[in-house]
């Protein structure tokens, strides 16, 4: 297939923290698979994590850092474009042109915005953290996307996206392409392994809470051997919100070998919940061990790394601009030298 019939996909991660195992199941893993298939833009989303405070030094570290991992976890950077979203400044101009379009009603009911903005003092929640969903859509609506692989937790900013692109072919005309989203059957919404009736976040700040991807092998053990589980000593998946522990690790396995749930029930048959996890701390660090090899090797070769990040930038502006450019002049905006 060549490049131009092929379909478009875009996503990205904020470096807000340090990458879990969640952002790999529910994203990374599925980027990697679908890079063949598609035509791939993957970016760096640093414009969404400084909806919450961050540490400026910090936060370009992480930066590269994402980029890494992305490279790391398997992408190819001559297969797929990779890019840091502020090194593109259509995504910001996109996104003012839709918070003009957006609805404040759309944006209150978002369940992520609620969940992030109890966590801080109202008076300094920033009306980025609201307007988050509205940028994700430009991010996407540039690259006139035909699919979005995220995790399930993204699901309703996929909808609002959708809502939004049809709001603006309502009002003007057909400019942008519906986005579907793209889940992957495994490995959705991985939770915290203190708590598996939350989300495994990287910005979730207690020890016991997440598998990060540059953990060492002692670090997973440790944590993944303390996981919340329960009392009934019984191995298989459940929706029921007390065996929500056990249904995560099993689902963590499952997603990491590629098995069916009959299969990776029946690899447990007999068996304690101590192997199960000392069966999950073995597949987790047969995955990180070639990843975290990979990262070691390319962190500090910034002249590599800041080369693909230009070049995907670059290719990125190509097919941004593109489209905002349409979108300006559909919505009025005079074109700059329009008489020289
Ligand atoms: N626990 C998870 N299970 C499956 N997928 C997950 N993702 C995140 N957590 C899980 C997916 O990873 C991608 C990037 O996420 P993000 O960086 O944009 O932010 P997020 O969804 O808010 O993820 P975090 O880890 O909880 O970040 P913080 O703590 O910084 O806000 C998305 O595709 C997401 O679905």
Redesign the pocket.
């Known amino acids: 297939m060549t490049e131009n019939s092929k379909k478009r996909v875009l996503?990205?991660?904020?470096p807000?923290?340090n990458l879990?195992i969640?952002?790999y199941?529910?994203?990374l893993k599925q980027w990697v698979a679908e890079q063949e298939t598609y035509e791939c833009y993957f970016c760096v989303?640093d414009l969404?994590a400084i909806t919450v405070p961050q540490d400026p030094v910090k936060l370009r570290a992480k930066t590269r850092e994402v980029a890494a991992l992305y490279i790391a976890a398997g992408l190819d950077p001559d297969k797929v474009t990779i890019f840091v979203q502020s090194h593109v400044s259509a995504h910001a101009e996109l996104a003012w042109i839709l918070t003009c379009l957006a609805p404040m009603g759309w944006l209150n009911r978002m369940t992520?915005f609620k969940d992030k903005a109890a966590k801080q003092q109202q008076d300094t929640i920033s009306s980025g953290l609201l307007n988050y969903p509205t940028l994700m859509a430009a991010d996407i609506l540039l690259y006139q996307a035909h699919a979005v692989p995220?995790?399930?937790?993204?699901r309703q900013h996929l909808e609002y996206t959708r809502d939004l692109a049809q709001r603006f072919n309502h009002m003007y005309g057909d400019t942008f392409i519906l986005p579907e989203v793209m889940i992957p059957k495994a490995?959705?919404?991985?939770m915290g392994l203190d708590n598996p009736l939350s989300?495994?976040?990287?910005?979730?700040a207690t020890d016991s809470h997440a598998i990060y991807l540059l953990d060492t092998p002692s670090k997973v053990k440790k944590v993944v051997m303390r996981a919340v589980t329960d009392s009934l000593g019984q191995i298989s998946f459940s929706d029921i919100p007390d065996r929500a522990g056990i249904n995560n690790l099993l689902t963590i396995y499952q997603s990491l070998t590629q098995l069916s749930q009959e299969q990776t029930e029946a690899r447990f048959a007999g068996k304690g919940y101590g192997d199960l996890k000392k069966s999950v701390v073995e597949v987790v660090n047969a995955t990180l061990e070639p990843l975290q090899r990979r990262y070691s090797e390319i962190i500090d070769e910034e002249k590599y790394l800041d080369g693909i990040l230009a070049r995907g930038a670059d290719k990125a502006q190509q097919m941004a601009n593109r489209t905002l450019r349409e979108v300006k002049e559909k919505i009025g905006l005079l074109p700059t030298g329009l008489s020289s």
């Open positions: 996503s990205g991660i904020q807000s923290g879990t969640g952002n199941l529910g994203a989303v969404h992520q995220v995790g399930d937790d993204q490995g959705a919404r991985i989300k495994m976040s990287k910005s979730e």
